[in-house]
């Protein structure tokens, strides 16, 4: 099982704060780094000192780490044109020597795009499939040919598909709960499926429809990743896992029956549970980002339990 440190800096995080939880996941020997894409901060956070941007911060980041892979849950497809996002990737992964993974979802938080003028489009899922189709087709392209799309919503004529990423294949990662539009979708262009915030009965439901999806899309269902995203609460005593809960404004049992709360001990076997369920990989939800010993205490006590090979 892989652990992957995932953040919300829309919550409230300066770049200078992202960099030391950055480099606090590589020194401890977690595998990766992923952020939100949020431009508003959700409920009762003041946000301040305000937002970053998930690729400007994550370019940074690849200049200032050497191991941890960097990506995003998910890049906001409302925010980015496909073929600028494709600029910015390639060259986020030029940057890195190869670390990135993309996370694209649709966009969905209707007031972020109020906040800062962004259109925010009835028809968001036909957006996302065209967007994925570019994106990757611009990669995909022969260095010396060029690429066209004709969509409903973009069209790109004869585009150099330039630059490339250092990596052959920069991982592609969708999400979602939706039943049958999210499988199609997942099965023709993931490379990791995620499911966020999710039950054990429900994780293991979806990843059985994106497996059969899969399948009928003529691959073979282990060609993908399965992985979820929880908000962790780790804590050596009651009292512990108690502070960090009230330092998040959660309570300890919600986060025992919908997160990876409780002692080392019990996060373990919750993180077993996933894995029966079909999950080779969790996305850490980091909260309180100036909580350094948490992120220790997950390496030292959960990770090291864990078989990350």
Same mark, same amino acid.
């Given at each position: 099982?892989?652990?992957?440190?995932?953040?919300?800096?829309?919550?409230?995080?300066? *770049?200078? $704060?992202?960099? $030391?939880?950055? &480099?606090? @996941?590589?020194?401890?020997?977690?595998?990766?780094?992923?952020?939100?894409?949020?431009?508003?901060?959700?409920?009762?956070?003041?946000? %301040?000192?305000?937002?970053? #941007? !998930?690729?400007?911060?994550?370019?940074? %980041? /690849?200049?200032? @780490?050497?191991? =941890?892979?960097?990506?995003?849950?998910?890049?906001?497809? $409302?925010?980015?044109?496909?073929?600028?996002? /494709?600029?910015?990737?390639?060259?986020?992964?030029?940057?890195?020597?190869?670390?990135?993974?993309?996370? %694209?979802?649709a966009g969905w938080f209707e007031e972020e795009h109020k906040a800062y003028g962004i259109p925010?489009?009835?028809? &968001?899922?036909?957006?996302?499939?065209?967007?994925? !189709?570019?994106?990757?087709?611009?990669?995909?392209?022969?260095?010396?040919? $060029?690429?066209?799309? #004709?969509?409903?919503?973009?069209?790109? /004529?004869?585009?150099?598909?330039?630059?490339?990423?250092?990596?052959? &294949?920069?991982?592609?990662?969708?999400?979602?709960?939706?039943?049958?539009?999210?499988?199609?979708?997942?099965?023709? *262009?993931?490379?990791?499926?995620?499911?966020?915030?999710?039950?054990?009965? #429900?994780?293991?439901?979806?990843?059985?429809?994106?497996?059969?999806?899969?399948?009928?899309?003529?691959?073979?269902?282990?060609?993908?990743?399965?992985?979820?995203?929880?908000? !962790?609460?780790?804590?050596?005593?009651?009292?512990?896992?108690?502070?960090?809960?009230?330092?998040?404004?959660?309570?300890?049992?919600?986060?025992?029956?919908?997160? %990876?709360?409780?002692?080392?001990?019990?996060?373990?076997? &919750?993180?077993?549970?996933?894995?029966?369920?079909?999950?080779?990989? =969790?996305?850490?939800?980091?909260?309180?980002?100036?909580d350094l010993d948490h992120l220790e205490l997950l390496s030292s006590q959960v990770q090291s339990?864990?078989?990350?090979?």
């Amino acid at each position: 099982m892989d652990l992957r440190i995932f953040t919300e800096p829309q919550q409230g995080a300066s *770049y200078e $704060t992202l960099l $030391t939880v950055a &480099k606090a @996941t590589e020194d401890l020997g977690f595998d990766a780094f992923f952020r939100s894409d949020h431009y508003l901060r959700m409920g009762s956070a003041d946000g %301040l000192p305000g937002p970053t #941007d !998930a690729w400007i911060t994550l370019a940074g %980041l /690849a200049r200032e @780490t050497e191991r =941890i892979r960097l990506g995003t849950l998910m890049t906001a497809g $409302t925010f980015r044109l496909p073929g600028v996002l /494709a600029i910015q990737v390639a060259q986020v992964d030029q940057m890195s020597g190869g670390r990135v993974e993309l996370g %694209l979802g649709a966009g969905w938080f209707e007031e972020e795009h109020k906040a800062y003028g962004i259109p925010f489009p009835k028809e &968001k899922f036909g957006r996302l499939e065209e967007q994925l !189709a570019i994106v990757t087709g611009l990669w995909a392209t022969p260095t010396g040919e $060029t690429f066209s799309y #004709d969509g409903t919503h973009y069209q790109l /004529a004869d585009s150099p598909a330039l630059p490339k990423p250092a990596q052959s &294949k920069v991982p592609v990662l969708i999400g979602g709960h939706g039943a049958t539009r999210t499988p199609r979708l997942a099965a023709q *262009y993931a490379d990791e499926f995620n499911i966020p915030f999710a039950s054990i009965e #429900d994780s293991e439901k979806q990843f059985g429809r994106v497996r059969e999806a899969a399948v009928k899309a003529g691959r073979k269902a282990d060609d993908l990743v399965y992985s979820t995203a929880l908000v !962790a609460c780790v804590g050596r005593t009651d009292a512990e896992v108690a502070r960090r809960a009230a330092s998040i404004g959660r309570e300890v049992e919600e986060l025992k029956a919908n997160g %990876l709360a409780g002692s080392p001990a019990e996060v373990v076997d &919750k993180i077993g549970q996933y894995g029966a369920a079909g999950a080779s990989r =969790i996305y850490c939800q980091m909260l309180d980002l100036d909580d350094l010993d948490h992120l220790e205490l997950l390496s030292s006590q959960v990770q090291s339990q864990l078989n990350t090979g």
